[in-house]
């Protein structure tokens, strides 16, 4: 007798096809779209167009209440700075209570934590204890010190071997940068090549899980991708167009990051292919509204960070104008990943414990890939028996565009003889529950996606 389900079948036909339908829906995927900036879901923006790059929070509540903004997108990834003179205010003793709460909400409130532990920012003081320690200053009046002398590379290096000992891998941790020497740690200040292959030692001995960030166009960051090729990228002043009259210069024809910075950066530091490994993150020149008051492109801007295969944008928790929310959202869709199954060959029946074919085309409508080892993976339902068959797909392979794969799964052995119930997912290796959602109309509540069923046999 033939299954209700497989009326439509002729009864020749020994394979089905499953096309799910695409969704445009704005999806709060991890490891990709904006972050928040010193702050987490729910949280107050900076008011007007300002921001901080040194007040990281050192006190966290629960969230409350809506964990939306509705001049901010919504968001899976918070990104907070500390200078050191608050994460290790003595020599040895580090605040991670500051961190461990950090990690703790960004979890709350549903997001993973990218982290900046930067020498210093504005005027930001060093710990006192480092002058007494033996560091120096090439001049007496510079806030800064000579990051080439030993006692800098000592006591920097051992803060960042310090933290990497306890928060490597952790599973909140989305990213650690490689801000190692120079204002906020982003340009590297006066080291040396020489010296900037000393403290990014560092990071690359401590960090062997989390992904780590370095920052375009800094000789650390050269010197880390001839080491490790699993090496991120990032850069500020992202959306950087200003133009005008400036001395000596022809009208708008003055220097700016994105016309100079940006594709000067990536290709002497040889990163032109690092998307293809590691995420590219961009933060905002100013912000978001500075652009708008300005009158800038932000169409060309936001098409250039697409250009670059972005996967995570930095506004700076800042507002976005009413009037391009909608540009904004339509960026965080296409950044990074964005997976489309267009069709699943499946064959109608199988016995159990039998090895069956299929084959599966998936459109990646991103820019770029995941960078996560998840597992595509198939849930078999027949009453309250569940099992879930892992594929041999590695999903990080799945470029912008069409990847498509045959392989053999095996039908469970515990199935008994009748219709069994097939859904789809992305799942974390150890906890087997989706963790990312494809881009189809199809999902139930648990965030598995239906697809089909088959007779077994």
């Not at 934590?113 to 504005?122: D, E, K």
């Amino acid at each position: 007798m033939v299954s209700a389900w497989r009326s439509a079948f002729g009864p020749k036909e020994v394979i089905q096809r499953i096309r799910p339908h695409e969704t445009d829906a704005y999806l709060l995927n991890p490891h990709k779209g904006t972050t928040t900036f010193q702050r987490f879901n729910g949280d107050p923006l900076y008011p007007g167009t300002t921001w901080s790059d040194r007040y990281g929070p050192e006190t966290f509540k629960p969230p409350t209440g809506n964990l939306g903004n509705s001049q901010y997108p919504d968001t899976t990834i918070a990104y907070c700075r500390w200078v050191w003179s608050v994460m290790e205010p003595e020599k040895g003793k580090f605040r991670w209570d500051i961190i461990d709460g950090a990690l703790q909400a960004a979890r709350e409130h549903g997001q993973s934590l990218q982290v900046r532990l930067q020498p210093s920012a504005g005027r930001a003081p060093y710990p006192d204890w480092f002058w007494e320690a033996g560091a120096y200053k090439v001049n007496p009046r510079d806030l800064h010190p000579d990051f080439n002398c030993p006692a800098y590379v000592q006591h920097w290096t051992d803060l960042i071997s310090a933290f990497a000992a306890r928060y490597d891998g952790h599973p909140d941790l989305e990213s650690f940068d490689i801000a190692y020497a120079g204002s906020c740690g982003e340009t590297g200040g006066n080291s040396t090549p020489e010296t900037a292959a000393q403290l990014v030692d560092a990071y690359l001995n401590g960090f062997t899980k989390t992904q780590l960030i370095g920052m375009g166009g800094t000789h650390g960051f050269k010197y880390a991708l001839t080491k490790r090729s699993d090496i991120g990228w990032r850069d500020d002043c992202f959306g950087d167009v200003h133009m005008g009259t400036y001395p000596g210069v022809p009208k708008d024809a003055n220097w700016n990051h994105m016309y100079d910075g940006y594709p000067r950066q990536l290709f002497e530091s040889n990163a032109v292919d690092v998307w293809r490994r590691a995420p590219v993150i961009f933060e905002t020149c100013w912000t978001v509204g500075y652009w708008y008051e300005k009158g800038w492109d932000i169409d060309w801007i936001l098409a250039q960070g697409l250009k670059y295969h972005l996967s995570v944008f930095m506004p700076k928790s800042s507002y976005i104008p009413d009037e391009w929310l909608d540009r904004i959202e339509e960026f965080n869709k296409r950044m990074g990943y964005r997976f489309v199954p267009r069709q699943l060959t499946l064959p109608l029946e199988a016995k159990p414990g039998q090895q069956f074919e299929y084959n599966m085309w998936v459109d990646n409508v991103g820019v770029a890939p995941i960078y996560r080892p998840y597992r595509l993976a198939f849930r078999f339902r027949q009453g309250d028996r569940e099992e879930v068959v892992q594929s041999e797909q590695d999903i990080r392979t799945w470029m912008p565009d069409h990847t498509w794969f045959q392989e053999k799964l095996r039908l469970p052995a515990s199935l008994s003889p009748g219709v069994v119930e097939i859904d789809m997912g992305i799942i974390h290796p150890e906890t087997g529950k989706p963790v990312v959602k494809f881009a189809i109309e199809e999902v139930r509540s648990d965030n598995w996606h239906p697809l089909t069923c088959m007779d077994v046999l």
